[in-house]
């Protein structure tokens, strides 16, 4: 993650004036999310540790929840809220199925 002080600083896009600038700050909001989403996946990891029950993995009122946020988000923010919400409904899915992955693998 580069730092915003630091002499290899991305610009804001704003500020961007050519297609390498706007490349290295893409690449590095890019390698900042990886590393939001393997912080999510760790929290996936405490579910599956925490959750007794199998066939709580699956929540279905909490899924839709996570993506109403998220679109919620997206108004705030002035971003296409389908785009997110499409894009939360993969993560979802995907954590979903990493989660009961992981609730078998811990209880063999």
Do not use: H
Not at 14 to 24: F, H, L
Request: hydrophobic share 45%.
């Amino acid at each position: 993650m580069t730092l915003k002080n630091s002499p290899n600083a991305v610009k804001d896009p704003a500020d961007c004036a050519d297609m390498a600038e706007v490349r290295a700050g893409v690449d590095d909001v890019d390698a900042q999310i990886v590393q939001l989403l393997a912080r999510r996946f760790g929290y996936m990891d405490a579910a599956a540790r925490i959750k007794q029950d199998r066939d709580t993995v699956r929540d279905e009122v909490r899924k839709a929840q996570v993506i109403a946020n998220a679109r919620k988000a997206a108004l705030e923010l002035r971003i296409p809220q389908d785009v997110v919400s499409d894009m939360w409904e993969t993560l979802v899915e995907g954590s979903i199925a990493y989660e009961f992955a992981r609730w078998d693998a811990l209880r063999g």
